[in-house]
């Protein structure tokens, strides 16, 4: 299977609706696929794991701008957040969207547990440390104007 | 019935977000108190009874460092801490195995996130108002 045609597989794939459903659920806005570039100008991630019979990993990458965007949503008002407030904002963000792409990937999942969200400000060459055969997707998403973006990456996707 | 309510989550944005949901619940809140791990859960239910002021309802993160949710739920019970106040676990994953057994070990529910401010509002109201009271008219535009 390639990862295009993974990335058509609904079972596998539903991070647009659950994208969408964070950010409709708690903040009442919008949140739109942009492409499947990353965004420019990446500062802050956080990343969750997925281990036990499912080996996966989400990845949330986001501009500064942005996340300090999100952290103004997230607290009702615009101010001069911290910086670890800005960063708990997006590994918030990261946990909701792994717990919600956990949920959709059936019974195996089940029995997977998610890590707690690991935050970093340095930009590697390749962030996915899933190793061996494993397939990826990512897309970039905007709210009120502000990109981040968001990568799946799983092992084994024909078990599930 | 005014409330007071402990949030017990390591992140200090959801505890944030989870009190703002609750203002706007329409609940008229007395206080709110914060702790970012079991640990600090447990000292503040130690502080709260010492005090005489009991809590009427805990919200607890599932996982967080020093002390986890359940772990915070079996001491709690140990201690025989607010034994009358509701607790409600806080998970972004609604098939944890930790958050079954914590409901299992006498935790009222459990709240997935993202949620709505119904989604707050409809279980907090099914914890705190006696039956057939009508749940609090939320207020203000946001978390609906």
Not at chain 1, 57 to 86: H, R, S, Y
């Amino acid at each position: 299977m390639k990862a295009g045609d993974c990335a058509q597989d609904q079972r596998i794939w539903q991070i647009d609706d659950i994208v969408a459903d964070v950010f409709h659920m708690l903040l009442q806005q919008s949140c739109n696929v942009v492409g499947d570039a990353a965004a420019a100008g990446i500062d802050i991630s956080a990343k969750v794991l997925l281990s036990g019979s499912i080996e996966a990993q989400c990845l949330v990458e986001f501009p500064q701008a942005t996340a300090k965007k999100l952290t103004d949503a997230f607290l009702g008002c615009e101010n001069n957040w911290e910086n670890a407030l800005i960063e708990d904002a997006v590994g918030e963000l990261c946990n909701m969207i792994a717990g919600g792409w956990k949920s959709k990937l059936g019974a195996l999942a089940s029995a997977s547990d998610l890590s707690v969200p690991a935050i970093s400000r340095s930009r590697g060459p390749d962030r996915n440390t899933l190793n061996g055969r494993h397939l990826k997707m990512r897309r970039t998403y905007a709210f009120d104007n502000s990109p981040f973006t968001v990568t799946l990456a799983i092992r084994n996707p024909l078990d599930i | 019935m005014s409330v007071r309510v402990l949030i017990i989550d390591d992140s200090p944005v959801m505890r944030k977000i989870l009190e703002g949901a609750l203002r706007h619940s329409g609940l008229d809140l007395a206080e709110v108190l914060h702790a970012a791990n079991g640990m600090e859960g447990l000292a503040a239910l130690e502080n709260s009874a010492s005090e005489d002021r009991p809590l009427d309802l805990i919200l607890c993160d599932v996982h967080m460092p020093q002390m986890n949710g359940l772990d915070f739920l079996l001491e709690k019970q140990r201690r025989n801490l607010a034994p009358r106040a509701p607790l409600v676990m806080i998970t972004a994953d609604a098939s944890d195995p930790q958050v079954l057994k914590a409901v299992a070990a006498g935790a009222q529910g459990a709240i997935t996130k993202p949620f709505t401010l119904k989604h707050i509002q409809k279980c907090v109201a099914s914890l705190l108002l006696p039956p057939n009271e009508p749940a609090p008219s939320a207020t203000g535009d946001a978390h609906e």
